[in-house]
């Protein structure tokens, strides 16, 4: 039996449905269980991360426009003494302000409640006569803290129940309230700096104002942490706001319960700040230097499987191979791998096993990419030789190694470094208990 043109197209494209149907199921399986063995072919993995990058991007585009609208952004940082952000959690992290350098200067996320941090404090520049082009966007983040909306600004004429801790007794802490007494009337603040009583002077909170000056309280972050902790888990908002390129052993912390780090040194010697006429021009420099946009850059490049690269520029001193000279590989493909290791580097840091909980879906996928690279790797290669994809495939399968879960495929292939593990025998399971350091 012959079938007409338009027949076979029809069975085609619904073999096709099919197919991917099934895809999507195995990756879906995949990620809820953290199984390699589930994964299908590379190009529906990878097709899956690339949009939920994608779906990440329209819902940070929509409240950056909410946020700045269509004026100028301007955040002049005349002084050296404030902080940068590194993105350590790309899903739940994402950049609010960003230097021209390329720096991020304020973020904002969701960690049960909502958070905005800045690097430095945006009332003191205000209370000041500095940055007043800033004060508008800020209040259309205060309001997104409260409502997860920032379109109108309602909530500084309503009353609100605000907490201050480790502020300061000086600049910062009065222009804070300086600045909300002018602007928020309606806000009863109070503040809550003892450890002792936090818990409780927490409990009836609206939103916590925090910074990092806890000098006073040395020893006791865990007991205010978990009041934090709860106050979020509650689904209710913080700010935090950092006034020095140095930090705390309380913010250092603080930040990692928000899934970002602040740098050694902070914006001293960077000293960056924000000057852009449109909010299209900063988003285009987020779409070159956040982490996000850097994952994407080397997805794009496994897909389209075009990566090349004039390896005549590496250098060799002794038994160190040096390749950060090679053009445009630190861009296309170092920055998205590495990203990629500092998520994973996070999770295995506080034992974290991502798998076993729901969220962290693209971080989930870059973890399974990497098996399925690593499960067909063939050695030897070498640069230069070995295709320049399948080459850095396999060099991002050692950026995405992650063992804080329950399923760890064994490397078929370990080139020169061991025999194949399968051939190892006998093998036998054993179980060990004893208490780490």
Known sequence: MLLSKTRFQQLYLAAMLSFSAFAQ???????????????????????????????????????????????????????NNTQLFDIKEPESVFPLLIGNKGNVLAVYGTVGG????????????????????????????????FTNSAVDIKSLKLQKNVALTYTGTEDNHDSIVSW????????????????????????KQDLLILSWENLDHLGEDAVVLEAI????????????????????SFSDKLSDV????????????????????????????????SPMAKIE???????????????????????????????????????????VKTMVNGWEHQNLDIFS??????????VLLGDKYRSSITYPMQKGVTDDTTFLKSLYADHAVYTTRKFNPSQPDLGSFSSSLSKLLPVKNATFSFDTK
Not at 34 to 43: D, F, M, V
Not at 231 to 248: D, G, I, M, N, Q
Not at 357 to 366: D, P, Y
């Open 25 to 79: 199921a195995d990756i879906k399986n995949a990620i809820s269980t953290g199984n390699p063995s589930l994964l299908p072919q590379e190009s529906n993995i990878i097709s899956t991360a690339l949009k939920q990058i994608d779906d990440y991007k329209q819902g940070q585009s929509k409240l950056l426009t909410d946020i700045y609208g269509t004026g100028a952004i301007t955040y002049k940082i005349t002084a």
């Open 114 to 145: 909502r958070f905005a941090a800045y690097g430095s404090a945006p009332t003191k520049f205000f209370e000041h006569g500095e940055n007043l082009n800033y004060e508008e966007p800020f209040k259309h983040v205060l309001e997104w803290l």
């Open 180 to 203: 909300l007494g002018k602007n928020a009337p309606s806000w009863k603040l109070q503040i809550c700096d003892d450890p002792k009583t936090i818990s409780s002077c927490y409990k």
């Open 229 to 248: 902790k709860a106050h979020l888990k509650a689904k209710k908002p913080v700010l935090y706001l950092h006034t020095s390129w140095r930090t705390s």
């Open 258 to 289: 928000l899934g970002f780090k602040l740098p050694y040194s902070g914006n001293y010697w960077a000293i960056d700040s924000a000057d852009y006429s449109s909010l299209k021009q900063m988003n285009e420099q987020i779409a070159i230097t």
């Open 297 to 339: 850059r080397m997805l794009q490049h496994f897909k389209n499987k075009d990566y090349h690269f004039d390896w005549s520029n590496c250098t060799t001193f002794l038994y160190h191979t040096d390749c950060r000279g090679v053009p445009n590989l630190n861009s296309e493909f170092y920055d998205g791998a590495t990203s």
């Open 357 to 366: 909980a729901s969220g962290r879906q693209l971080g989930k996928l870059m």
